[in-house]
């Protein structure tokens, strides 16, 4: 029996489980991964790691070696990049960006996997030499070579979500650094008014100059970037790190494949295309969001693997057993000293989705009274609920310490549908060495019920 073939558009997360996962599963398969980079499967977000010195080097900041996959009995071709899809014919045309030559490839199933690009700024003078954009590999080895740079002693990043990592990568370095966003405050879009706080006190405590509610109009400089021109002035800089946001990489698939207006892969609950045979996974969908009850962007590593496990898992079924699930979304939001995860739906978002919603936080410290302020960190939790059905639909964590447990049990809870009474009756377990007799997702449950130390 001859083998199906299977294409995956894209080497990073998505492609990466499903690739493995359907060689694990299925014998009679022929799985081929396209890859667009010369480099397989970089990890964006290791970058920070590698910038600090803290990976064993930036080759291995990567899911896996091409050496990987065919020892298993896939195969992967890198410089590969997906031009056109043919749904008439089932075939995906590639040009082989190291000969410019093209060739069409045929596939059985087809799975996209290819991802976003980080957005470019249209403004004038963005092409000037030193203004880095901050994802891939590419990018994180001109950025790596740019904090060591000694002619570099002034350094804009422009957005301040992810770009707060880019701020205290060249801070450490010894730069100057000014954080640019026209928001309020950094990480507003992420995170509640009390955790901002934090983050825009940790900043400044550690010397990034913050320029908010600042508009970028255009760069200017003799053949590189001297100077940032915006609506409330000049900045000067020898370099710009532009992290603003992320666009689908789809414009290879228009008019083949249903988009939505801003280019996003429209999938149905199976995670299949309009197109028979071609399934869409990671950052270019919006997959289902289960506090919301609805499809959302959720940009992450780990929402990709779980869609393409689920994808492998009903490849070849003509109708799946059971729709795609649906994932909560976590994020870790840090800088310097400040730790931050956030999990399911901001209070914000769950409005927006038309839940009547609230948010409470608490700020407690994470041990018993009696352990000293310097061996007992301040914690912030919050928790976002139905206040009709005290269903959880999300929270936050902040600390110096690791808390994250906290926040994958809110993770767990959301997923869950479990509500305030099911967490604020949760047995932890306690040891002054690591917490209190109510462990901090107990008291943040109970404050929103009104119960807060009680005793």
């Known amino acids: 029996m001859e083998k199906q073939k299977v294409v995956i558009v894209g080497a990073s997360h998505g492609g990466h489980e499903a690739a493995f996962e359907i060689l694990d599963r299925y014998k009679n398969v022929d799985v081929t991964v396209l890859e667009a980079g010369d ?125 707060i990592a880019a701020a205290e990568v060249f801070e450490k370095a010894g730069k100057n650094v000014t954080l640019i966003d026209a928001g309020h405050k950094p990480l507003e879009n992420y995170l509640n008014d009390d955790f901002t706080d934090v ?27 001297e100077t940032i021109t915006t609506n409330k002035g000049d900045i000067k800089t020898d370099l710009v790190i532009i992290a603003v946001g992320i666009t689908p990489n789809t414009d290879w698939i228009k008019g083949a494949v249903d988009l939505d207006k801003r280019g996003y892969i429209k999938t149905n609950d ?9 399934f869409a996974i990671g950052d270019a969908i919006f997959p289902f969001n289960i506090p919301a009850n609805t499809k959302v962007p959720i940009p992450s590593a780990i929402a990709a693997r779980h869609e393409a496990q689920y994808v492998s898992e009903h490849l070849f079924e003509e109708k799946p057993s059971r729709p795609f699930k649906g994932i909560v979304g976590a994020q870790l939001l840090e800088v310097f000293n400040a730790h931050a995860i956030t999990t399911g739906l901001s209070e914000k978002n769950a409005k927006r989705a038309g839940i ?72 932890f377990f306690f040891s002054p060495t690591y917490d ?16 807060y130390k009680i005793v």
């Not at 199976?270 to 071609?278: A, C, E, G, I, S």
């Not at 479990?418 to 009756?425: N, Q, S």
């Open 39 to 163: 480099f397989v499967s970089f990890m964006s977000c290791g970058m920070k790691l590698f910038l600090e010195g803290k990976t064993t080097g930036m080759d291995n900041v990567r899911n896996f070696k091409p050496e990987d996959l065919t020892k298993v009995g896939g195969k992967i071709f890198n410089n590969t990049k997906a031009t056109k899809l043919n749904p008439d014919k089932k075939t995906v045309t590639v040009t082989h960006t190291d000969s410019g030559k093209n060739e069409e490839i045929k596939y059985d199933k087809l799975i996209i996997s290819s991802g976003v690009n980080p957005a470019k700024l249209p403004l004038p003078g963005i092409d000037l030499k030193n203004v880095l954009l901050m994802r891939g590999y590419d990018w994180a080895k001109k950025i790596n070579d740019a904090q060591h740079d000694d002619s570099i002693k002034n350094v804009a990043v422009i957005g301040a979500g992810n770009g």
């Open 436 to 451: 209190k007799q109510w462990n901090l997702v107990n008291l943040v449950a109970q404050k929103a019920l009104n119960l």
């Open 199 to 225: 983050f825009e006190k940790e900043l400044k405590k550690n010397n990034v100059k913050l320029a908010m509610d600042t508009k970028v109009e255009g760069f200017k400089g003799n053949g590189k970037v």
């Open 270 to 278: 199976y995670l299949k295309t309009n197109v028979d045979d071609v």
């Open 356 to 427: 009547n919603a609230k948010e409470v936080v608490l700020k407690d410290h994470l041990r018993p009274d009696y352990i000293p302020d310097s061996d007992n960190p301040e914690c912030y939790i919050s928790i976002v609920f139905n206040q009709d059905t005290h269903q959880v639909l999300g929270g936050s964590v902040l600390s110096s310490y690791d808390i994250s447990g906290e926040a994958n049990v809110l993770s767990l809870a959301i997923r869950s549908k479990l509500t305030l009474e099911d967490l604020a009756e949760a047995d």
